[in-house]
């Protein structure tokens, strides 16, 4: 684990600034925070819909053949990559009306670290809850937004006062983001990879 990743969460104010050293002389260091930490959501899900299941009703749990919940998860995954990767995009787009020049791989790489907050929220998958996913989500949005008008403007080394702008244009546009791709990729969901559903008695 490191020191940035735990700095996100203990000392966010002083986290970007490594970050943005590491990314500097590594420029994709991002690369293994993102691939593994997207892993959590994958994972837990995969083991929340195969194992713990949900109830629809008192008498009755359902669970996703091994299948489906394989191709739910990788599914998954592949969306939270590339909606990084697409969010990173739009940053490096939008920096130009801000004066700041980060190389796109900067961008991504902030991306990745702004998403941590979503990428820990995934170990709720765990135990499949709708009013659980709702909290988690919740409070992972508040801090990844904290992270972001913190974090921008000392990662991209612009004003303080462009730099509330440029984080409320990327909040913007990452919401629009993050709703599309997840619309998306539940339509594939349901109307490609037709999910299996069992379904067992309550214990």
């Known amino acids: ?9 203990t000392h966010p104010e002083f986290a970007w600034a490594d970050i943005r050293e590491q990314e500097q002389a590594h420029p994709r260091h991002y690369l293994a925070h993102l691939l593994l930490l997207a892993l959590i959501p994958a994972v837990c899900l995969y083991v929340g819909t195969t194992w713990t299941g949900w109830s629809l009703a008192e008498n009755e749990t359902v669970r996703l053949s091994s299948a489906s919940a394989l191709q739910l998860c990788v599914l998954l995954y592949l969306t939270i ?14 920096s130009r009306t801000f004066e700041a020049r980060p190389t796109v791989n900067q961008c991504i790489g902030f991306a990745a670290y702004t998403a941590t907050p979503y990428f820990l929220a995934g170990i709720a998958g765990l135990y499949p809850s709708r009013w659980l996913a709702v909290a988690v989500l ?3 949005s508040v801090y990844s937004t904290f992270l972001l008008f913190v974090g921008l403007p000392k990662f991209m080394g612009v004003k303080k006062e462009q730099g509330l702008l440029y ?3 990327v909040w913007g546009v990452g919401l629009l983001v993050l709703v599309t791709i997840l619309v998306e990729m539940i339509l594939l969901w349901f109307n490609v990879l037709q999910p299996e559903y069992l379904r067992f008695p309550a214990t």
Do not use: N, Q
């Open 1 to 9: 684990m490191s020191a940035p990743f735990v700095k996100l969460f």
């Open 81 to 94: 990559v590339a909606g990084v990767v697409l969010m990173g995009t739009f940053i490096r787009w939008m």
């Open 138 to 140: 919740a409070a992972a």
């Open 167 to 169: 984080s409320a244009s």
